[in-house]
């Protein structure tokens, strides 16, 4: 039985997005970030297929590792987000993933212990993005700190990530780019110690902060990380497709209101179609009345409020539309970017949001 809503997912598509990396960023490492569940497309699923493509993987949080970890995943594995007290740092070594270095509590545990098993790091510099990492006046400290530590391995990685790098006539993304290099310069590193600080947007867009290693996220994904662009128009391929169908079709009037509020109202007699997918499935719930939606390939629009299970579309006075009948959300020839874009969001959130009832299947 065909789900009421489902995603299908084209894997074929991260292959080519990945080649688009590697034509951006030729001489650098790949640590594919497949934080938040692969950005909803599923982590393990992602890892896999990347698993004889990439150098590592990055996830957010230490659980997300653990998690890959025992699903058998042996390439190495970066925790964004590092640790915050003892017993996740004991996970982290029990798995063998990389710390993220962050702050000077993270110090303070590490300074604590005394086994001799060691932790690979990756020692976070805030160059502007003012979130996690330690300030250009610090870095000397920390790095010295960092050397001193038994549980450290040697040598000391050392990233940062940019705040602005998906508009291009932004000045901080060079401002980053120099105080990264200009302090850097101050520390005793040599070739051994690995920088990485591009995401997508840096990878596309900023040859210059392609360093040893690159963290694409979105753009393997197939999405665009710019606004007003989307990802076919940048050469990559959307994974993601969101699918319905129809459930009830039927005649509307003028001056009927359609939905919760009545929000909308008809101006002249039309057919509306009611689709099964609403918020509780991933579906934006600020998307606008007129936000597109494909009938059988066909645009048509979005017509008053999205509910939890439902959304209602004007289907035009001259349909021939029936109950059963497929809805794409998103997907070919209605790119997640605009869809987000109709909903006051970013297509980020859109894909991270597909909910666990909405059935994920892989395209043959």
């Known amino acids: 039985m065909i789900p009421a809503a489902y995603a299908v997912l084209n894997m074929a598509a991260v292959s080519h997005n990945l080649q688009k990396v590697r034509d951006c960023a030729p ?7 497949i934080k938040a569940n692969a ?46 007290c003892t017993d996740e ?12 270095v962050h702050s000077w509590s993270q110090l303070a545990i590490f300074d604590a212990r005394t086994e001799q098993q060691k932790i690979a790091v990756w020692l976070k510099f805030d160059t502007g993005m003012n979130r996690l990492g330690f300030k250009a006046a610090d870095l000397q400290a920390v790095y010295a700190r960092l050397m001193q530590c038994s549980i450290v391995k040697q040598p000391i990685n050392i990233m940062t990530h940019l705040a602005s790098a998906d508009d291009k006539a932004d000045a901080m993304t060079g401002k980053q780019l120099a105080l990264f290099n200009a302090t850097l310069a101050t520390l005793p590193l040599d070739a051994n110690n690995e920088r990485s600080i591009a ?30 662009v989307t990802g076919a128009e940048l050469g990559l391929k959307p994974i993601m497709s969101l699918h319905s169908r129809l459930i009830a079709v039927k005649p509307i009037e003028k001056g009927d209101t359609v939905g919760y509020g009545g929000s909308w109202l008809c101006e002249q007699e039309s057919i509306l179609g009611v689709v099964a997918i609403g918020y509780a499935d991933g579906y934006p719930r ?50 997640v970017e605009e869809i987000a874009l109709c909903a006051d969001t970013i297509p980020y959130t859109l894909v991270c949001g597909v909910t666990q009832r909405v059935r994920q299947i892989e395209a043959e």
Do not use: C
Not at 27 to 33: G, N, P, R, T
Not at 89 to 100: I, P
């Open 199 to 228: 995401n997508s947007a840096g990878i596309l867009a900023w040859s210059q902060a392609s360093t040893d290693w690159v963290r694409p996220g979105i753009m393997l994904y197939g999405i665009s990380p710019f606004a007003q």
């Open 39 to 84: 950005y909803g497309h599923g982590a393990l699923r992602l890892a896999h297929a990347l698993a004889n493509e990439v150098d590592g993987f990055a996830v957010a949080r230490v659980d997300e590792g653990v998690r890959l970890r025992r699903a058998g995943v042996q390439k190495r594995i970066a925790v964004l987000e590092g640790f915050t």
């Open 286 to 335: 600020y998307a606008k009345s007129g936000t597109p939606v494909l009938v059988n390939g066909q645009r048509v629009s979005l017509i008053g409020r999205v509910s939890m299970d439902m959304i209602t579309v004007d289907l035009g006075v001259a349909s021939t539309a029936k109950a059963g009948d497929a809805v794409t959300l998103w997907g070919e020839g209605l790119p």
């Open 89 to 100: 740092l004991d996970e982290l070594l029990a798995n063998g993933l990389d710390a993220v």
């Open 27 to 33: 001489d650098a490492k790949i640590m594919a970030v």
